[in-house]
């Protein structure tokens, strides 16, 4: 019994150490949603160009037909995929990034396509909505780092002794971070 007293004094000392972390995790998970929502908002930003730059692409004459289609349903599919900040799960944050990650393979291949099209690469409006993509995609690439050192802070945070108990009772679960896609280790092919 004795035993048991000085266990329980000796959690007690230790919990009260600690603050118990609870305030500090719920401020560290505020912190991924709200780093979510800039990753979100990046990923808007590409889809609102999108629009622009089909409409400025049908322009020229005789353009693909079928590349600017396959840039108007992946932008429909990635806009489809959204993910509520309370569900930041690993297979939820593949999934988004499957469906962004089609429509920057359809952006990529609109923009190669367009090199057979002088006309095209001299419209300035084409040109300056090629420059706000470049920018947007360095945006995104920002706000997913500073995702995953917010998920890396939270989950490190969460996953720490004594505070793994506290976010065990209440529920504070591990977020998932955004990984390279399959087969991003390997280097695209160009040929001319």
């Known amino acids: 019994m004795k035993k048991l007293f000085f266990y329980l004094i000796g959690f007690v000392i230790l919990a009260s150490q600690s603050s118990c972390g609870y305030n500090t995790m719920v401020q560290k998970d505020e912190t991924v949603e709200s780093q979510w929502a800039n990753v979100q908002n990046a990923y808007q930003r590409r889809a609102d160009l999108v629009p622009n730059l089909v409409n400025t692409v049908k322009g020229a004459a005789n353009f693909e037909r079928e590349t600017l289609t396959d840039v108007i349903e992946a932008r429909a599919k990635a806009t489809s995929v959204n993910i509520s900040p309370d569900n930041l799960t690993p297979e939820n944050i593949q999934q988004f990034q499957q469906a962004q990650g089609e429509l920057s393979g359809a952006l990529s291949r609109l923009l190669v396509s367009v090199e057979r099209y002088p006309e095209l690469k001299a419209n300035q409006n084409f ?15 920002v706000e997913r780092r ?31 971070y955004f990984e390279a896609e399959a087969g991003a280790q390997q280097a695209p092919t160009v040929e001319f």
């Open 127 to 141: 040109l300056e909505l090629q420059a706000q993509l470049e920018g947007t995609e360095n945006r995104i690439a």
């Open 146 to 176: 500073k995702f995953n050192e917010a998920v890396q802070d939270y989950n490190s945070y969460i996953r720490s002794f004594p505070r793994n108990f506290i976010a065990g009772m209440f529920d504070f679960e591990r977020k998932g």
